[in-house]
């Protein structure tokens, strides 16, 4: 008898690589050290022009990323792909906010669409991909970005 297997069992989930900062008197170095560049063809940059603007959803069965806020605080949010032509709207989905005073690199495995949005001005977040732009254009997937609904995207106060 066949088994067949739930396709989000073939999908790792996301996680985050810690850094920290050094301080002295010259200034401060902020790293990441557990992040290796294996893997890695290409990078990019991202800056948003408004708080209220949202990138997204854009996401790859085949390609992975990793993202770096180098200025600022984001809300980056992460959609499981269960199906690329028709995600379950009602998936998993994850919410990290990053920023450039806690050093972290977000690993976004291959299989899940990911957005952000800017939580302060001059929020700039770099990207890093695991495949070619040229590979990209064929394993590129979008969303509208309310796609997993519009709360995903709202700050919750306590």
């Known amino acids: 008898m066949p088994i067949f297997l739930k396709m989000e069992n073939f999908f790792e989930e996301p996680n ?28 990019y940059m991202l800056e948003n022009f408004s708080k209220s603007s949202v990138r997204g959803f854009h996401g790859h069965l085949k390609e ?15 959609g499981h792909m269960d199906n690329p032509q028709n995600p379950d709207k009602h998936g998993k989905v994850f919410r990290f906010i990053l920023s450039d005073r806690n050093p972290e690199i977000l690993h976004i495995p291959a299989g899940y669409a990911n957005g952000v949005r800017a939580l302060e001005n001059k929020t700039k977040v770099i990207f890093f991909s695991t495949i070619s732009i040229e590979e990209a254009r064929n394993d590129d997937f979008r969303y509208p970005f309310d796609y997993w609904g519009e709360e995903v995207w709202k700050i919750k106060n306590f």
């Open 16 to 43: 985050l690589i810690k850094g920290g900062l050094a301080v002295d008197e010259r200034g401060q170095v902020t790293f990441v050290n557990d992040f290796h560049f294996e893997g890695v063809k290409r990078f």
């Open 64 to 78: 992975a990323k990793y993202a770096l806020v180098v200025s600022g605080t984001a809300l980056i949010v992460l």
